[in-house]
């Protein structure tokens, strides 16, 4: 990527002293003030260029430098701390200054909805290339997998940033988490979020960030990692049920999975209705959860929901919260037969 020069700036170290700036860690903040790392992370990302841009968190803009720099069309930034505002103005006048366009946004990003500052312009058809749009982040630790689940529920159902296409989007993970998202199955690793974030992306991840190249240094090293939208999902189930069936699943991750099914039906079918999803998918009970594809939980939602039809007060039932009985009509005259819905 061509990259553009920029006025004159005081590094980012300078700009935290001359603003006396900290990181705070009720907000799980964590800057990167090596510029080289900065362009790394943003190289990752694509093709910049005429793009438009929406980078969550930037705090006092370390990555924002190396996204500008890269000559997107438009860079919009959502940050919840308000102590940042004079440096990303600064970026945003330097940016202004060779005929760039950047908007600086504060609000919590678990609640703002991109799709009200993305261009209806740059819509694609789903199976078309990605549009010319990008998501990019240097994630706070206590909301990446929140976020991250958000998202690849936006994706499932194609809202926000993706009710204009396949947007990609390169975000930083807590180095375990990062390892979780790219888990095959049998990978010891392998867990609820890996599922989730295969049945409708690509995860890639790219590099690991020691640690020590943040301020303040945190306990764990940092992966950088893309998600690539499917063209065909994984799965053609709606998110919320297929969400379920995986989280009741990994809930006893060390038994056999058909203990984490059990969990879906009251006590006194457990057994009995458990043993029936298996027969519905044609999958051994015996299982270990991280064994399972995305597409054996795929059929074994199927199963669920058809045993749902059969039996509509199974969806009242939760686990943690439900202790009285769900009376069910007779379990032994439901038909097995293969799940293709």
């Not at 004159?8 to 990181?23: Q, T």
């Not at 059969?310 to 769900?326: D, G, N, T």
């Amino acid at each position: 990527m061509a990259t553009l020069r920029l006025p004159p700036l005081p590094s980012m170290k300078d700009l935290l002293k001359m603003y006396r700036l900290h990181a705070m860690r009720q907000l799980s903040q964590n800057f990167i003030l090596d510029q080289n790392l900065s362009d790394k992370i943003i190289r990752k990302t694509g093709n910049l260029s005429d793009c438009h841009v929406l980078e969550v968190g930037p705090g006092p803009g370390g990555l924002t430098r190396s996204i500008l720099k890269y000559q997107p069309r438009k860079v919009i930034v959502v940050e919840k701390d308000k102590r940042f505002k004079p440096t990303l103005e600064m970026l945003a006048d330097a940016f202004a200054a060779v005929n760039g366009n950047m908007e600086i946004i504060f609000d919590d990003i678990m609640r703002f909805d991109v799709a009200t500052v993305l261009p209806p312009t740059e819509a694609k058809a789903w199976t078309d290339i990605g549009p010319r749009i990008r998501l990019i982040g240097n994630l706070p630790f206590n909301i990446s997998t929140p976020l991250i689940i958000k998202w690849l529920r936006a994706v499932c159902e194609k809202t926000g940033a993706w009710k204009f296409g396949r947007t990609k989007m390169t975000l930083t993970f807590q180095k375990e988490v990062a390892e979780r998202l790219i888990s095959e199955p049998s990978d010891l690793q392998r867990c609820r979020l890996s599922v989730m974030a295969q049945a409708w992306t690509k995860p890639v991840l790219h590099f690991i960030i020691p640690g020590s190249s943040f301020v303040p240094k945190p306990d764990v090293d940092v992966g950088v990692v893309t998600f690539i939208p499917l063209t065909v999902p994984r799965t053609k189930h709606e998110f919320t049920i297929f969400e379920k069936v995986t989280r009741h699943i990994f809930s006893f991750r060390q038994k056999y999975s058909v203990r984490g099914i059990e969990t879906l039906f009251p006590l006194e079918h457990r057994k009995e209705l458990g043993q029936m999803m298996y027969k519905l998918s044609d999958l051994d009970p015996q299982t270990r959860p991280m064994q399972l594809t995305v597409e054996d939980i795929d059929k074994l939602v199927s199963a669920y929901k058809y045993l749902l039809e059969k039996h509509p007060e199974l969806s009242f039932y939760e686990y943690r919260a439900s202790r009285h009985i769900v009376p069910l009509s007779d379990t032994k005259n439901i038909e097995v037969v293969e799940c293709t819905d």
